[in-house]
């Protein structure tokens, strides 16, 4: 189902597929039930003590007919006492039961459905973090961070409106308009008619009314994901935004998000005002169309004072349940909607993984033959009729100018994009029939943009699948990355947990932390993207020694600007514009002339 179908799915639709995530609570759920049925049940006898206490004072022959007044005289027969005294003492009693009957009922409801809410929208967003993990690159192309991050946090709260204030006041108030109906319909179904005469006028309020909040939560949810979009990115770049004079523009960025957001929230809220006070206006006319009913000498006759009273109590309690009823519209569309983008990524095709060859060790043979690709959504070739074989535990080196194709062929060898022509093998296999992630156990890849995350230098190195690795390991890691020496003069060593992306290290440390990572994997195929970029050149030497014992044992695919880091390769392989013009050793090129030879020269010269 794509996203478009799911807009279309109706609000009925979208909250069955919501409450389906409740099923496995359904015990509880039970549990919650019970508790309102008690909550609406006490209303409607708080109503009916009414009646007993009105015909009680009068010395109505009516007095036993109502249901509490039939539980007193049965639990306790009055004996010798008279009407008015014996009321006298039940009717208190009474009166204190049911409200901790009302009482208890409502936090047994309460309780139980929010420990059914709480949990629904945890697996809601850890399904929803799940999908995120297993989508296609191409999602994270057309998606900022800040939207992302939008739907996991912004969008999952919203329907935890729609699964707990929601569902809470529709199953309590429901059941309590149920309750007081049936008990109006009891003692007189005729002026009971009154109001079903207006429930009509009520359900088209409410209908109209939803159009409206659907349409401003869409927009809300939109402009939250730019607010949230343009405050990541300036605190992400806080540096940039500083020394460029950024601040200013980056300010109105925010107002302007800011803004729309405000006044979708204003339209939404005005709304929400006008629906209340115009449902309130409605019930009010039908209560009072139904007292001058209930006037009339014909139906008035047999009905004694008491239950008239207990009915217009009755009716006037249905009010309050109706009025919160008609209220949570705002919540409800508000958690639908976010309820339709959630479910839209729930349906979303997951990376594609069709493969099912498996290899404990590759062997590390790569052929690349007339390999053409462009990014999804750009007709111009980053890589094209690309044709490279490169034999296990060589050292191949693909070299060129920004935006040559070098990085992209990166991507294509971890699968993240799927070529537009040609193929890629691994062992005489293409990658698509590998198992992906048996394929990316086959690589490490150290790239120029280091990523580290916000735990101990420990859980960096030995990251993901490597996490069982004992700290031995991970030390001759970091000794090999020549990171050692460095981290042991951090505060608590291998324990002390990093800030944001690496924060507090420099970037040749970030750098030396994730080329440990990458020799601790220990994969057959080793993939170095300007994996020195970050490094001073005392430092840049002391690595490529140690680069070059981890790759003598295993295919390495070099990218590099920097030349003089690939002059010891098997082989070089000179790109530009997304084509290969060139491939041999680093003598032959620098005889042949042409580009290569002028990019080492001008390095040179630098």
Same mark, same amino acid.
């Given at each position: 189902?794509?996203?478009?179908?799911?807009?279309?799915?109706?609000?009925?639709?979208?909250?069955?597929r919501?409450?389906r995530?409740i099923?496995?609570?359904?015990?509880i759920?039970?549990?919650s039930?019970?508790?309102?049925?008690?909550?609406?049940l006490?209303?409607?006898?708080?109503?009916?003590?009414?009646?007993?206490?009105l015909d009680?004072?009068?010395?109505?022959?009516?007095?036993?007919?109502?249901?509490?007044?039939?539980?007193?005289?049965?639990?306790?027969?009055?004996?010798d006492?008279?009407?008015?005294?014996?009321?006298?003492?039940?009717?208190p009693?009474?009166?204190?039961?049911?409200?901790f009957g009302?009482?208890?009922?409502?936090?047994?409801?309460?309780y139980?459905?929010?420990?059914?809410?709480?949990?629904?929208?945890?697996?809601?967003?850890?399904?929803?973090?799940?999908k995120?993990?297993?989508a296609?690159?191409?999602y994270?192309?057309?998606h900022?961070?800040?939207?992302? %991050?939008s739907?996991?946090?912004?969008? @999952?709260e !919203? /329907?935890t409106?729609?699964?707990?204030k =929601?569902? $809470?006041?529709i199953?309590?108030?429901g059941?309590?308009?149920?309750?007081?109906l049936?008990y109006?319909?009891?003692?007189?179904w005729?002026?009971?008619?009154?109001?079903?005469?207006?429930?009509p006028?009520?359900g088209?309020v409410?209908?109209?009314v939803?159009?409206?909040f659907?349409?401003?939560?869409?927009? %809300?949810?939109?402009?939250m994901?730019? @607010?949230? !979009? /343009?405050?990541?990115?300036?605190?992400? =770049?806080? $540096?940039e935004?500083r020394?460029?004079g950024?601040?200013?523009?980056?300010?109105?960025l925010f107002?302007?998000?800011?803004d729309y957001?405000?006044?979708?929230?204003?339209?939404?809220?005005?709304?929400?005002?006008?629906?209340?006070p115009?449902?309130q206006?409605?019930?009010?006319t039908a209560?009072?169309?139904? %007292?001058?009913?209930?006037?009339?000498?014909?139906?008035?006759?047999?009905?004694?004072?008491?239950?008239?009273?207990?009915?217009?109590?009755?009716?006037a309690?249905?009010g309050?349940?109706?009025r919160?009823l008609?209220?949570?519209q705002s919540v409800?569309q508000?958690g639908?909607?976010?309820?339709?983008?959630i479910f839209?990524q729930f349906?979303?095709?997951d990376e594609t993984?069709?493969?099912?060859?498996r290899?404990e060790?590759?062997?590390?043979k790569?052929?690349i033959?007339d390999?053409?690709?462009?990014?999804?959504?750009?007709?111009?070739?980053?890589?094209?009729?690309?044709?490279?074989d490169i034999?296990p535990?060589?050292t191949?080196?693909f070299?060129g100018?920004?935006?040559?194709?070098?990085?992209?062929?990166?991507?294509?060898?971890?699968?993240?994009?799927?070529?537009?022509k040609?193929?890629?093998?691994?062992?005489?296999?293409?990658?698509v029939?590998?198992e992906l992630?048996?394929?990316r156990?086959?690589?490490?890849?150290?790239?120029?943009?280091?990523?580290l995350?916000?735990?101990?230098?420990?859980?960096?190195?030995?990251?993901?699948d490597?996490?069982?690795?004992?700290e031995?390991?991970v030390?001759k890691?970091?000794?090999s990355?020549?990171?050692?020496?460095?981290i042991?003069?951090?505060?608590?060593?291998?324990a002390t947990v990093?800030?944001?992306?690496?924060?507090g290290?420099?970037?040749?440390?970030?750098?030396r932390?994730?080329?440990?990572?990458?020799?601790?994997?220990?994969?057959?195929?080793?993939?170095?993207?300007?994996?020195?970029?970050?490094?001073?050149n005392?430092?840049e030497y002391?690595i490529?020694?140690?680069?070059e014992?981890i790759?003598?044992?295993?295919?390495?695919?070099?990218i590099?600007h920097?030349?003089?880091?690939?002059e010891h390769?098997?082989?070089?392989?000179?790109?530009d514009?997304g084509?290969?013009?060139?491939?041999?050793?680093?003598?032959?090129l620098l005889?042949?002339?042409?580009?290569?030879?002028?990019?080492?020269?001008?390095?040179f010269?630098d």
């Amino acid at each position: 189902m794509d996203k478009g179908a799911i807009k279309s799915a109706s609000d009925w639709q979208l909250y069955v597929r919501l409450l389906r995530y409740i099923l496995p609570y359904w015990y509880i759920f039970a549990f919650s039930i019970f508790g309102y049925l008690i909550y609406s049940l006490s209303s409607v006898l708080l109503a009916d003590m009414m009646q007993f206490l009105l015909d009680a004072l009068n010395d109505s022959d009516s007095v036993e007919r109502g249901f509490v007044a039939r539980a007193a005289f049965y639990v306790h027969p009055p004996g010798d006492m008279g009407t008015r005294e014996y009321a006298r003492i039940a009717v208190p009693v009474a009166a204190i039961i049911l409200s901790f009957g009302r009482a208890m009922g409502f936090f047994v409801g309460t309780y139980f459905l929010n420990h059914i809410a709480r949990n629904l929208v945890h697996a809601i967003r850890c399904e929803l973090f799940n999908k995120m993990l297993r989508a296609p690159s191409s999602y994270y192309d057309t998606h900022s961070s800040g939207v992302l %991050i939008s739907k996991i946090t912004f969008n @999952v709260e !919203q /329907v935890t409106g729609a699964a707990t204030k =929601a569902l $809470k006041i529709i199953v309590r108030e429901g059941l309590t308009v149920v309750a007081l109906l049936s008990y109006m319909l009891y003692l007189n179904w005729r002026l009971t008619l009154v109001f079903f005469a207006v429930a009509p006028l009520i359900g088209l309020v409410v209908t109209i009314v939803g159009k409206h909040f659907r349409r401003y939560s869409r927009r %809300i949810q939109d402009s939250m994901g730019e @607010v949230t !979009q /343009v405050s990541s990115e300036s605190i992400g =770049a806080y $540096k940039e935004v500083r020394i460029y004079g950024g601040k200013a523009h980056q300010a109105a960025l925010f107002s302007k998000a800011s803004d729309y957001n405000r006044s979708q929230s204003l339209k939404l809220a005005f709304a929400d005002a006008v629906s209340t006070p115009v449902i309130q206006t409605i019930l009010s006319t039908a209560l009072a169309a139904l %007292i001058w009913f209930a006037m009339d000498p014909d139906i008035m006759a047999g009905f004694s004072a008491g239950l008239l009273v207990a009915f217009l109590t009755a009716a006037a309690q249905l009010g309050k349940p109706i009025r919160q009823l008609s209220s949570i519209q705002s919540v409800l569309q508000r958690g639908l909607a976010a309820a339709e983008d959630i479910f839209a990524q729930f349906d979303m095709a997951d990376e594609t993984d069709e493969g099912t060859q498996r290899t404990e060790r590759a062997r590390g043979k790569i052929c690349i033959t007339d390999l053409s690709f462009a990014y999804p959504g750009n007709n111009e070739l980053a890589l094209d009729n690309i044709s490279v074989d490169i034999l296990p535990g060589q050292t191949v080196a693909f070299v060129g100018r920004s935006g040559s194709g070098k990085s992209t062929l990166v991507n294509l060898l971890a699968r993240f994009y799927t070529p537009s022509k040609g193929t890629i093998s691994l062992d005489d296999i293409s990658l698509v029939d590998y198992e992906l992630g048996n394929l990316r156990n086959q690589f490490a890849i150290v790239s120029q943009d280091i990523t580290l995350f916000h735990d101990t230098v420990m859980n960096n190195i030995a990251y993901g699948d490597m996490a069982d690795a004992s700290e031995e390991a991970v030390r001759k890691a970091a000794e090999s990355a020549h990171a050692l020496e460095f981290i042991e003069n951090l505060p608590l060593g291998f324990a002390t947990v990093l800030g944001d992306d690496g924060g507090g290290l420099s970037g040749g440390q970030r750098q030396r932390i994730a080329i440990a990572r990458a020799i601790l994997k220990n994969a057959p195929v080793l993939i170095l993207d300007e994996a020195t970029s970050a490094l001073d050149n005392e430092s840049e030497y002391r690595i490529q020694r140690a680069l070059e014992n981890i790759m003598r044992d295993r295919t390495t695919i070099v990218i590099a600007h920097r030349l003089s880091t690939v002059e010891h390769a098997d082989r070089i392989v000179v790109m530009d514009e997304g084509r290969i013009i060139a491939t041999g050793s680093h003598e032959a090129l620098l005889e042949q002339g042409g580009l290569y030879a002028q990019l080492y020269n001008q390095e040179f010269v630098d």
